[in-house]
């Protein structure tokens, strides 16, 4: 049972949560950790969403990119439980994955939170691998990206996890808006204008849906989270690429676009 201790922090089976305070933007920079805290780079709410989203669908094989401070993981690790959670980050992240290590190991979860470091979320080959070695070649419950957040990495991620998803199994991609401010905000660009938006991904996902009917079963889109649902059409992970499912008119639709 998932226990509030302060506005940011929490318990769960005896194990110390840091979340995300409000306004904080910087990767960990404003978070002081005690020694046997772990953080979650989301605020409390994405933390309830995420125990909902457990509780809900009781994912079993569930591959996680973007591992940080090792917190995610380690919430995902106690509520995977009987399954497995893989992680990987591009970073070695040596003293966080140490501190994970050490954790798991001495509580029994050694088997059920892999997390790899070194390894890009845009190398598909070693993707592919750690769902054969890690996950038993599937099929996935769930993926939560929280990685880069760019569109070509993002993309290169779910065309070779997408299509390995059972049907029903659920794919989040977290903080898409970057490229988007309010209207009327005084940086009507929003962030990094040299990139293309990773906006452009979740159109892709849209236009699949007539593209390829029976590949995506459903997309919801809130400020900071979709999720992807896995429909049942067959695909084979090695020549997908979502951004090809959609016939001309849906492609030109993004054509222009950065
Ligand atoms: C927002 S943090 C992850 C936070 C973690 N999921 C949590 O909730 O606590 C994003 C992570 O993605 C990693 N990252 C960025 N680009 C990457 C890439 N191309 N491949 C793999 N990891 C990447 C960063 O090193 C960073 O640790």
């Known amino acids: 049972m998932l226990r509030w201790t302060d506005d940011n922090r929490f318990v769960l089976d005896g194990t110390a949560f840091h979340a995300m305070p409000p306004g904080m933007l910087s990767v960990g920079a ?5 020694d046997d805290e772990f953080f979650v780079f989301k605020s409390r709410d994405d933390v309830e969403r995420y125990v909902a989203l457990f509780a809900e669908a009781a994912p079993r094989r569930v591959f996680e990119l973007g591992i940080y401070g090792g917190g995610s993981t380690l919430l995902f690790g106690k509520l995977v439980q009987p399954g497995r ?3 990987i980050d591009r970073l070695a992240l040596r003293d966080n994955l140490a501190k ?4 798991t190991e001495a509580h ?3 088997d059920v939170v892999r997390p790899f470091g070194e390894v890009d ?3 598909r080959a070693r993707l592919a691998e750690l769902v054969e ?3 038993g070649g599937g099929p996935l419950d769930l993926v939560v990206d929280d990685c880069s957040h760019l569109y070509e990495p993002s993309l290169a991620s779910f065309n070779e996890l997408f299509p390995r998803l059972r049907p029903g199994g659920a794919y989040v991609i977290e903080d898409w808006r970057w490229a988007h401010t309010p209207v009327g905000d005084d940086q009507p660009e929003g962030l990094l204008t040299d990139q293309v938006p990773l906006t452009r991904l979740l159109f892709e996902i849209a236009l699949a849906i007539p593209g390829r009917p029976g590949l995506v079963s459903d ?3 809130e ?3 979709a999720v992807v649902r896995r429909g049942d059409l067959d695909v084979e992970a090695a020549e997908f690429d979502v951004a090809a499912c959609s016939n001309p008119r849906g492609r030109a639709l993004l054509a222009e676009a950065p």
Do not use: C, K
Request: charged share 30%; glycine share 4%.
């Open 30 to 34: 404003d978070v002081e950790l005690r």
């Open 85 to 87: 959670v893989v992680a």
């Open 100 to 103: 994970l290590r050490r954790y």
């Open 108 to 110: 029994g979860l050694s």
């Open 121 to 123: 979320q845009a190398d």
């Open 133 to 135: 070695t890690e996950l």
């Open 219 to 221: 997309l919801s889109i």
């Open 223 to 225: 400020a900071d989270y």
